[in-house]
């Protein structure tokens, strides 16, 4: 090993982490949610982890004809849909399930040519307003896409903007119910936050994404503390020198830290240039040889400082955990004003990433 930063990502925690959320719903189906890369785990390393879902949402039709030609026969799910009309030729191809969200989507499928009707996941703007149709349009649009020999099976689909809180389904599960009303329709509604916190949003499937991959849909790990998730990617690094600080003394750009009095610090090799957020402030927790401690000064793009006061045995290539089971990614992402998604999305392809 070269520069020793390196993410390592526990595939026997994603399949615990799919337990959890299987004993969450279990009268429900499960799309794994693999969007922006398996949310930066890489989705060739991951998908394999995942097999006993009973399907895979994401967003890019490239990503989606990959995990076909890897092998995967069941349901794949584009929750933005297609793009372009010209995209329907290869849904049709990989027998890939569109969203609806839009109305040049419903002509497109009605024009389309295709080998086999296509099943689709009709979208209810459930007060988010990001995408789909208002519930007072579902049931004319439902109506219209029931008849269109293109489409094969048909499902509700809407998100919420608000599942983190207690009350925060009510509006949109009323939105739903008018849009719904009337129609026989299998519906998925919930994703991570949904899936551990509001049963009655589970329906037919639910849609999980950052709770496969040990991290909370609140931003506070608290929340998720005894739900038996467990985190899957790990970022370390190692100490790769130290310094000796005097009271006064100033550490890295903008000498946004002083020293108060006699300071051992060791420095990391891990910066913003390997996805560690440059904007967390001294005093973000990290983990030096197993202890605690926390950063100092401005992270730098290829290195960051800690303080190891509370370990005074650690020196040069002392194991520093930067995220994963001892420094929770949402402890980091909080400090840094983000939530854990951000962070492990951002992990840069310069860091090697083993699988465990
Ligand atoms: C990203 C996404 C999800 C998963 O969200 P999490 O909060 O990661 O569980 C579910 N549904 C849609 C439409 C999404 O875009």
Same mark, same amino acid.
């Given at each position: 090993?070269?520069?020793?930063?390196?993410?390592?990502?526990?595939?026997?925690?994603?399949?615990?982490?799919?337990?959890?959320?299987?004993?969450?719903?279990?009268?429900?189906?499960?799309?794994?949610?693999?969007?922006?890369?398996?949310?930066?785990?890489?989705?060739?390393?991951?998908?394999?982890?995942?097999?006993?879902?009973?399907?895979?949402?994401?967003?890019?039709?490239?990503?989606?004809?990959?995990?076909?030609?890897?092998?995967?026969?069941?349901?794949?799910?584009?929750?933005?849909?297609?793009?372009?009309?010209?995209?329907?030729?290869?849904?049709?191809?990989?027998?890939?399930?569109?969203?609806?969200?839009?109305?040049?989507?419903?002509?497109?499928?009605?024009?389309?040519?295709?080998?086999?009707?296509?099943?689709?996941?009709?979208?209810?703007?459930?007060?988010?307003?990001?995408?789909?149709?208002?519930?007072?349009?579902? &049931?004319?649009? =439902? !109506?219209?896409?029931?008849?269109?020999?293109?489409?094969?099976? +048909? %499902? $509700?689909? /809407?998100?919420?903007?608000?599942?983190?809180?207690?009350?925060?389904?009510?509006?949109?599960?009323?939105?739903?119910?008018?849009?719904?009303?009337?129609?026989?329709?299998?519906?998925?509604?919930?994703?991570?936050?949904?899936?551990?916190?509001?049963?009655?949003?589970?329906?037919?499937?639910?849609?999980?994404?950052?709770?496969?991959?040990?991290?909370?849909? &609140?931003?506070? =790990? !608290?929340?998720?503390?005894?739900?038996?998730?467990?985190?899957? +990617? %790990? $970022?370390? /690094?190692?100490?790769?020198?130290?310094?000796?600080?005097?009271?006064?003394?100033?550490?890295?750009?903008?000498?946004?830290?002083?020293?108060?009095?006699?300071?051992?610090?060791?420095?990391?090799?891990?910066?913003?240039?390997?996805?560690?957020?440059?904007?967390?402030?001294?005093?973000?927790?990290?983990?030096?040889?197993?202890?605690?401690?926390?950063?100092?000064?401005?992270?730098?793009?290829?290195?960051?400082?800690?303080?190891?006061?509370?370990?005074?045995?650690?020196?040069?290539?002392?194991?520093?955990?930067?995220?994963?089971?001892?420094?929770?990614?949402?402890?980091?992402?909080?400090?840094?004003?983000?939530?854990?998604?951000?962070?492990?999305?951002?992990?840069?392809?310069?860091?090697?990433?083993?699988?465990?």
């Amino acid at each position: 090993m070269s520069r020793p930063v390196e993410a390592s990502i526990d595939l026997s925690a994603l399949r615990q982490n799919l337990n959890v959320v299987r004993r969450a719903a279990p009268e429900s189906r499960v799309w794994s949610v693999v969007k922006a890369d398996a949310y930066g785990h890489g989705l060739k390393r991951v998908w394999g982890a995942l097999r006993e879902t009973d399907g895979f949402a994401m967003l890019n039709l490239e990503d989606a004809i990959q995990l076909r030609e890897w092998g995967w026969k069941g349901p794949i799910l584009l929750l933005e849909g297609f793009f372009h009309a010209d995209e329907l030729e290869l849904f049709d191809k990989y027998r890939l399930t569109t969203s609806v969200h839009s109305n040049w989507q419903i002509k497109a499928i009605q024009d389309a040519r295709l080998n086999a009707p296509l099943d689709i996941y009709l979208k209810v703007n459930s007060g988010m307003n990001r995408l789909g149709f208002t519930p007072d349009r579902v &049931s004319t649009v =439902w !109506q219209i896409l029931r008849k269109v020999p293109n489409v094969g099976a +048909m %499902t $509700l689909m /809407s998100h919420f903007a608000d599942a983190e809180k207690s009350e925060g389904v009510e509006r949109p599960m009323q939105r739903i119910e008018q849009a719904a009303e009337g129609l026989e329709c299998p519906r998925s509604l919930a994703n991570s936050a949904a899936t551990l916190w509001h049963p009655e949003t589970h329906y037919d499937w639910v849609r999980p994404g950052i709770i496969l991959y040990g991290a909370s849909p &609140s931003g506070q =790990w !608290q929340d998720v503390a005894n739900s038996g998730i467990k985190p899957v +990617m %790990t $970022l370390s /690094s190692q100490i790769i020198a130290v310094q000796n600080l005097k009271p006064g003394d100033t550490v890295g750009y903008g000498s946004r830290y002083t020293a108060t009095q006699e300071q051992r610090i060791g420095i990391v090799a891990c910066g913003y240039a390997d996805g560690y957020p440059r904007i967390a402030p001294s005093g973000t927790p990290v983990m030096v040889d197993s202890v605690r401690t926390t950063t100092v000064g401005t992270v730098s793009m290829d290195m960051l400082a800690v303080d190891l006061t509370p370990c005074p045995n650690a020196g040069i290539g002392a194991p520093v955990e930067l995220w994963g089971n001892g420094i929770k990614i949402d402890d980091v992402a909080a400090c840094a004003g983000s939530v854990g998604y951000e962070l492990m999305c951002a992990l840069a392809p310069r860091v090697p990433v083993v699988t465990v």
